[in-house]
């Protein structure tokens, strides 16, 4: 065939874990640890194992995106899936999401073998709960096993609530300098927002749960959004992850808080005297990212 040599076939033998003698979830762990993105979830990191989780068991493994908000409470069951191990992944998943409510969870549950079953109850809660399915296939090698980890079940959130809906959640300024913030924090928002104004004339703040967004001529415009901390403020400006802004941001000493795959944002800290240094980089950065979003 025109010199081209054709690969041999090689039947692969998979077996079960859970009838194989000597291998155990905690074997399991111990292989994704060793190299998470085996799981195809992109570049993640384990962030905790075995978690305890009050009053509640312990969770199996906590992943967490490098560069984004991503968290992952992922649950390993050899075998096949059953309800109990539904219940108890989806049980996590909530606690860590209300302890923790500043990142976006994904409950993951691994199995060799994802039942039909599941599939229907899932249906009841996905949409609802983002939940994925992995299955974890075992193979047998010369020198060893191999696992292979196929998404059967991938998350589908329904009703995701965007920065630019005008249902978010209103609270007001006491809420931020009080509960979330402090008056100075708030106060560097609103320096941030006087930039804004320079370009933008009609912005005002929009106090929401989980931000201060922008309102302009009655509508939500949240080309960017704050988030006053007790010590800092955290501003997101929505524009495409590059590498030339990447440099831009971290030779002018920038401290960047990672890149938000999710809303495809920059998540910035910054503290008052962040405010006079970087000030023309944040002008600029902050019309760039309006006139990204009117596509002038």
Not at 35 to 40: A, C, T, Y
Not at 48 to 77: F, K, M, N, S, T
Request: charged letters at 25%; hydrophobic letters at 40%; a negative charge.
């Amino acid at each position: 065939m025109n010199g081209v040599l054709v690969p041999r076939f090689v039947k692969v033998e998979t077996f079960s874990l859970k009838s194989a003698p000597g291998i155990n979830e905690a074997w399991v762990q111990k292989v994704i640890t060793s190299d998470p993105m085996i799981l195809g979830l992109g570049d993640v990191v384990v962030k905790d194992r075995e978690r305890i989780q009050p009053g509640a068991g312990r969770l199996d493994l906590l992943l967490q995106d490098v560069d984004g908000p991503g968290r992952y409470e992922v649950e390993l069951q050899l075998g096949r899936t059953d309800e109990s191990h539904i219940v108890r992944t989806i049980e996590y998943w909530d606690r860590e999401k209300r302890r923790y409510p500043q990142y976006d969870h994904t409950a993951v549950i691994i199995a060799e073998e994802i039942t039909s079953r599941f599939f229907n109850v899932i249906g009841l809660f996905n949409g609802f709960i983002p939940i994925m399915a992995i299955q974890m296939t075992a193979v047998k090698q010369a020198d060893g096993i191999g696992l292979i980890f196929n998404r059967v079940l991938d998350t589908v959130t329904l009703g995701m609530l965007d920065e630019d809906e005008e249902t978010a959640e209103v609270t007001d300024r006491t809420y931020w300098e009080k509960e979330r913030g402090t008056p100075r924090t708030v106060q560097l928002a609103d320096r941030i927002i006087e930039v804004i104004r320079g370009f933008l004339p009609n912005a005002t703040p929009s106090y929401n749960k989980y931000y201060i967004g922008l309102w302009v001529d009655g509508k939500a415009c949240n080309f960017a959004t704050f988030r006053p901390q007790k010590q800092v403020l955290q501003l997101c400006i929505k524009l495409p992850k590059s590498a030339d802004l990447d440099q831009k941001l971290e030779e002018k000493g920038v401290d960047v808080l990672g890149y938000d795959k999710t809303w495809n944002q920059y998540r910035l800290k910054l503290s008052e005297p962040d405010l006079t240094s970087h000030a023309e980089l944040l002008k600029a950065l902050l019309l760039q990212a309006h006139q990204l979003r009117n596509g002038s």
